[in-house]
């Protein structure tokens, strides 16, 4: 079914449920459940409204899961991440996701049989293959042991001479980690030179300093990319990439290390990209490679004065947009999410309003959808963005936009104008991403306090809201032991947990526009974040498709 010409988009009435409430759906982004201690923010902030929601369990609260394999990830111990967590809210089905495509392309060796490798290997014998792209083990964007594969697999196939720009991590990783991870790097790529493949290190920087922007919050990020990888160009120049994360870590923390390039004992630096080369953007994930994407890929291009735009091959690992096809070539085919709940509903009639601040936008439109930018029916849809901050950590400013969104879905509600109202409230995670535990506990205060005015709305319109998270992260602040006590490094310090979790989330569903008698299954044990479709689906009058996960609800006589 993937042509949409073949779809039945009708959906079945609901035989109990009514149509024509308005429902809010509210995510609130990194917002797990986890044992009551002082680590955990979610605990220690007052939310009197998400505790209130928490008094309605079993039949209107209760867990599911959002991590390893209920949202498509490789393995149980795969954390949850905001796409595959909106893929699977959206989408009302698992979907082998990036990371595990790419596992098995690699493992079967498609990947090199694929268009993508072979478009960019006629470069491997006049050009350099570089590769971009985070360097980390974390599995929400990248993962190393895929990269080392990479690096073999292309030199096993003729490129001899390849660069390899990294992005140091530290979100979905320990702060400080990226030292390892270098070392890693160069420990492999001194093999590949003595095999006689001239590989190195071209450059670096932390990704939310450099390169790994999202929905085009701040483009200069991706201009310090560009600076660095593809004109060499950067304000801090070292002859070793260890040398140059320990140095630069002095300063800043992995995820915000300024750009530096490597350089010969000539002070020119070792890998620039020039005419003729290749290069491949090795995440596998989504939205911070679209804006690097574009910039390689787009001749009109008006976002930073690219200077100098080299002749090359490109290709993603995925492709990252199936809507701008961008880029145009790519090593592995991404899931095919379609028939998504937003592309039915809309479809069926249902007046959509999504909303959230910049760097969440996308979460719940473009991951929502199947990672399809855009609308599906403009008339039937709004999608309204609140600017972020830019050029902070959010630490500073715990309580980014909730409290704009949440008078924005108030107002969407109000207006009567739409039936469902769909936000992100990002604060948990984006603040829980910094590991300061007394901002995160602001931000956790912030997001309950926008769910409040969007639950006040659904109150005065008499409409059902449905409230639920897309994975953990504020709910634990410190790495752990097996049995759960925090974990110190060697000088005494509490080692800060700055990732997600693989905690699981609520759900939690209400108001007066909830029919009588509705209340959460306890067949369903093992729901997770695909369950949620199927139950939105009903509470709009439908029922959801077959192929989906099962609903969360049930109607029960009084
Ligand atoms: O910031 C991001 O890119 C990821 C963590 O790597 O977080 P989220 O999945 O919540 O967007
Ligand atoms: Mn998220
Ligand atoms: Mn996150």
């Known amino acids: 079914m993937g042509s949409s010409g073949q779809v039945s988009w009708k959906l079945e009435d609901h035989p109990i449920l009514p149509k024509g409430k308005t429902v809010a759906l509210i995510v609130l982004d990194g917002w797990g459940e986890y044992k009551p201690d002082e680590y955990n923010c979610i605990h220690v902030a007052p939310t009197p409204t998400m505790d209130s929601l928490k008094q309605g369990a079993p039949e209107k609260w209760r867990l599911i899961k959002a991590h390893g394999n209920a949202v498509g990830l490789p393995t149980e111990d795969d954390m949850g991440n905001s796409e595959v967590g909106h893929n699977a809210l959206g989408a009302g089905r698992i979907f082998a996701q990036g990371a595990k495509l790419v596992d098995l392309a690699l493992a079967s060796g498609k990947i090199y049989e694929g268009e993508g490798f072979k478009y960019i290997s006629e470069c491997f014998e006049k050009g350099t293959l570089h590769l971009i792209g985070l360097l980390s083990d974390g599995g929400v964007h990248s993962r190393l042991d895929q990269l080392q594969l990479l690096l073999k697999g292309a030199s096993e196939r003729g490129a001899k001479r390849i660069r390899v720009h990294i992005l140091t991590d530290g979100r979905d990783v320990l702060d400080g980690s990226s030292v390892g991870f270098v070392e890693t790097l160069e420990n492999d790529l001194a093999k590949l030179r003595d095999g006689g493949v001239d590989a190195r290190i071209a450059s670096g920087g932390g990704r939310m300093y450099v390169t790994m922007d999202r929905y085009e919050n701040d483009w200069d990020v991706v201009k310090r990319g560009w600076d660095a ?54 995440n596998f994930r989504a939205d911070r490679m679209v804006m690097l994407a574009k910039a390689l ?5 008006d976002k930073f004065d690219r200077v100098r735009v080299p002749k090359i091959r490109y290709a993603g690992m995925l492709q990252y947009d199936g809507e701008l096809k961008l880029p145009n070539h790519y090593l592995v085919s991404p899931p095919e999410i379609d028939r998504t709940s937003g592309e039915y509903l809309v479809r069926n009639g249902v007046r959509t309003f ?28 709004e999608y309204v963005e609140i600017p972020s901050d830019v050029g902070i950590t959010f630490n500073v400013q715990p309580k ?53 005015i969007i639950i006040d709305a659904i109150e005065q319109v008499g409409g059902i809201y449905v409230v639920t998270a897309d994975h953990g992260n504020a709910e634990d602040m410190v790495k752990r032991n097996k049995s759960g006590q925090p974990l110190f490094d060697k000088n005494g310090n509490l080692q800060i947990l700055t990732s997600h979790t693989c905690q699981p989330v609520p759900i939690a569903i209400g108001g007066p526009g909830l029919a009588p008698g509705v209340r959460f299954r306890n ?15 009903n509470l709009h009058g439908y029922v959801a498709p077959n192929d989906y996960e099962p609903t969360l609800i049930e109607v029960v006589k009084n």
């Open 354 to 381: 999504a909303c959230s601040e910049t760097v969440k936008f996308g979460h719940v439109t473009f991951f929502w959808n199947g990672n399809r930018s855009g609308y599906f029916n403009p008339e039937l849809e």
């Open 229 to 282: 990888q593809v004109l060499g160009e950067a304000p801090h120049k070292f002859t070793n990439a260890v040398e140059a994360v320990k140095k630069l870590r002095e300063n800043a923390n992995d995820q915000y290390l300024p750009p530096f390039v490597i350089v010969d004992e000539n002070e020119k630096a070792v890998g620039p990209i020039v005419d003729g080369d290749a290069v491949v953007t090795f």
């Open 523 to 537: 067949d369903v044990p093992n729901g997770g974040l695909a369950n949620v479709a199927a139950t939105v689906m």
């Open 400 to 452: 980014m936009k909730a409290l704009e969104i949440g008078e924005k879905a108030r107002d969407a509600i109000l207006s009567r104008k739409f039936d469902q109202v769909r936000v992100n409230i990002p604060n948990g995670d984006m603040v829980g991403h910094t590991g300061d535990i007394q901002a995160t506990v602001v931000a956790c205060k912030a997001a309950d306090e926008a769910v409040k």
């Open 297 to 301: 890929e787009y001749q009109d291009f």
